[in-house]
């Protein structure tokens, strides 16, 4: 049975991200999955917890952002973890784990750590970091996994053994069209319902959806999740009688509320002009079958041209909204949760152990 050190930057969570989803579907395995505690939590002082038969957690004391200005203060804090990591793998008698880590940070580990190989995922562009953290972990990985072509090309110069692996969905989950009634009814609701899900970043471009909600009166907009502080367009939304800010809510919860909207509804954040990372909403929503409408920037290459309807303005998201609405879904509702089913996590897990196999690291 294969040993895995992971090194999260999530918490595990009843909504697992993108690292607990593909680390935890390994077979034959046994891992320490580490995370980085919110600040101001004293849940790196707890036991580890058990999770699965497998998977045991650990919360590690968070290191404070400031700390980068100071460069003796955020190596102290790195060799820190490095003890605290040592010392769970060593009581629970690990030899030779395989080292999973998934931020530039965790280089600063890697000579304090040991372990028989080495994965770096790369899933986002980490921007106020120093490139060169990035490059050396790159560089000493068995194995890169790039959630983008572009995030791959970025690292290719730092390593040549990189593998292309997308976002994934919870394919069983969103593609349950029983769902679709089990959420209660909006008092008053009149005319289609187009409804987003994510957290409500302060960096998310929310102006297309105003813009919308203003021109359309009879339509209703549903957004799900949690607002983060700082937006500007939660307190202006609220004004308008035919928007619904429900808040967070359970995962298991979502794709019920989906499966009552009429077209869903892909937003961007500001700094993400460049990216062409697919999110893992957009393979929930495509899990669903329902039309979605997504913003795009300016010169952006639409990523599913045949099942998602892209608008480059307001003016546009509208006009396609429109359109979503008039579609036949009969045979492209179909096709849309194709592109789901073939972004199931299970089926990303399994690309990731069939190339560690590869490499023989599993």
């Known amino acids: 049975m294969k040993e895995i050190v992971c090194l999260s930057n999530e918490p595990w969570s009843t909504a697992p991200g993108r690292t607990q989803q593909l680390v935890s579907r390994l077979r034959d395995t046994r891992v320490l999955y580490f995370y980085p505690a919110f600040p101001q939590s004293l849940d790196w002082r707890r036991p580890g917890r058990k999770v ?74 980490w921007g106020r970091l120093p490139s060169r953290w990035e490059g050396a972990l790159a560089h000493a990985a068995d194995v890169v996994f790039a959630a983008s072509p572009g995030l791959r090309q970025r690292l290719s110069p730092c390593s040549e053994n990189i593998a292309l692996l997308p976002n994934g969905v919870s394919f069983p989950l969103f593609s349950r069209g029983d769902l679709g009634g089990t959420q209660p009814l909006f008092p008053g609701l009149r005319g289609p319902l187009l409804g987003w899900a994510g957290t409500l970043h302060a960096d998310l471009d929310l102006s297309p959806l ?80 329902k039309p979605v409408v997504s913003m795009l920037w300016p010169g952006q290459v639409e990523q599913f041209p045949d099942v998602v309807y892209g608008a480059y303005s307001p003016e546009e998201l509208v006009g396609m909204c429109v359109q979503a609405l008039r579609e036949d879904r009969d045979w492209v509702a179909g096709r849309r949760r194709d592109y789901g089913r073939a972004a199931a996590w299970s089926a990303r897990s399994g690309e990731v152990a069939r190339i560690l196999e590869t490499a023989g690291l599993l």
């Open 52 to 125: 699965r038969p497998n998977v045991t957690v650990f919360a590690l004391p968070p290191v404070p952002e400031w700390t980068l200005r100071f460069p003796h203060l955020f190596l102290f804090a790195q060799h820190r973890l490095a003890r605290l990591i040592s010392g769970q793998v060593q009581r629970r008698r690990f030899r030779a784990p395989l080292l999973w880590t998934s931020h530039p940070a965790h280089v600063h580990l890697l000579d304090q750590l040991e372990y028989d190989g080495l994965v770096y995922d790369c899933d986002r562009e």
């Open 210 to 289: 105003l813009y919308a909600a203003r021109s359309c009166p009879d339509w209703t907009f549903l957004l799900l999740g949690r607002q983060e502080e700082g937006s500007p367009w939660p307190d202006r939304l609220r004004r308008l009688p035919n928007v619904i800010l429900r808040g967070p809510c359970p995962l298991l919860d979502v794709p019920g509320y989906l499966y009552r909207c009429d077209v869903l509804l892909n937003f961007l954040r500001a700094p993400q002009d460049h990216s062409d990372i697919v999110p893992v909403r957009l393979y929930e929503y495509l899990s669903t079958g």
